[in-house]
């Protein structure tokens, strides 16, 4: 009796190239002073590295300094520019797609986070064989009223909801393996939300956070307010239909229906049994509209829930997706065993 015995894969290689991701609105007075910084701070590092800076439709002179810059540096600094201010999240997914490196990184370019973080964070990243590591404003220079307080509690409730415990989901400064990254599409306002995303393609332990600096902006002017706070509720919304429900739609819409059905439900029995046992009028009882009302909603979020179901499983048909993902390294070999 033979059988073929299948070895183990090797270790991942140790990456050997990094893509800097930097989305910019408006900012033409940082970005000199910014990609001085990125150079200052990437000079001990050692793999090879390029910067795409994606200019978000500015109206000020943000692209002409950049193409100064590229004529100053180098070719290895990539200008992208988009058509149109499409917001951040499309901003950073420009600059993804782009990005050519095996290791990815994203900053702001306001100057507020720090681009020497980043060598420390790649080879942390390495060690602790992560495939996404989340900066962590710990000591932030912000303004507590209007930055601060809205951070902190979108960031408790963001992680009670999703699961995906991090302390500082806003923070920019991340690094991902491009095989990770690349796998997820942003759309929306959907960057506060990449750890989570990353949660639905990778295994959240290997979703990690590392403290960073943080500096107050010193030039141009903030893109963010506290309307941000209202925003990212509803993204949540969205984000916790995303995780539990994507693939099975009809749960999250039948769960709904048939609780209000069977509220429904008990009303009218109840209605009825006051009306044919006891004699008792029911026709101007707010009782009785309510019992409709819930009915009738119950209908809908059943139909809705079937409509979904059937939505949902023509995007994956069509689309050829399937609703799993394999782990990076898993290894399929043509092997048998032979009796």
């Not at 490196?101 to 080879?123: C, F, H, K, S, Y």
């Not at 979108?154 to 920019?172: F, P």
């Not at 979020?301 to 048909?317: C, D, H, P, Q, S």
Request: aromatic share 8%; hydrophobic share 45%.
């Amino acid at each position: 009796m033979s059988a073929a015995v299948n070895e183990l894969p090797a270790s991942p290689s140790r990456p050997t190239s990094l893509s800097v991701v930097i989305p910019l609105y408006n900012e033409q007075d940082n970005v000199e002073t910014l990609l001085a910084r990125v150079h200052e701070g990437l000079a001990d590092c050692d793999l090879n590295w390029e910067l795409i800076c994606v200019d978000d439709g500015s109206r000020d002179a943000t692209w002409d300094r950049l193409l100064e810059c590229v004529g100053r540096h180098g070719a290895y600094i990539k200008p992208l520019r988009l058509a149109r201010n499409f917001g951040q999240t499309a901003a950073m997914q420009a600059g993804i797609d782009a990005a050519r490196g095996e290791l990815i990184a994203t900053l702001d370019g306001d100057l507020q986070n720090d681009p020497a973080d980043i060598p420390r964070m790649v080879n942390e990243l390495i060690e602790r064989d992560l495939d996404l590591l989340q900066g962590w404003r710990k000591a932030r220079k912000d303004g507590l009223v209007m930055r601060k307080i809205p951070s902190r509690i979108a960031n408790r409730l963001i992680a009670k909801v999703t699961g995906v415990a991090l302390h500082d989901y806003g923070c920019s400064l991340k690094v991902y393996r491009a095989s990770v990254i690349k796998k997820i599409r942003l759309f929306g306002e959907m960057h506060r939300f990449i750890p989570v995303w990353a949660a639905t393609v990778t295994s959240p332990a290997r979703i990690g956070e590392t403290i960073v600096s943080h500096k107050a902006r010193t030039a141009g002017e903030s893109k963010y307010g506290i309307s941000r706070t209202f925003r990212v509720l509803l993204d949540l919304l969205a984000m916790f239909f995303f995780l539990r429900y994507r693939a099975r739609p009809g749960h999250f819409f039948g769960s709904i229906g048939l609780a209000l059905g069977a509220v429904g439900t008990l009303i009218m029995t109840h209605l009825t049994i006051v009306k044919f046992a006891f004699g008792e009028p029911i026709g101007e009882r707010p009782l009785l509209l309510v019992g409709f009302l819930c009915l009738i909603a119950s209908a809908q979020f059943l139909t809705t829930g079937v409509l979904a179901e059937l939505l949902a499983r023509t995007f994956f048909e069509s689309s050829g997706r399937p609703a799993y993902t394999l782990a990076d390294g898993d290894v399929l070999t043509d092997a048998w065993y032979q009796p």
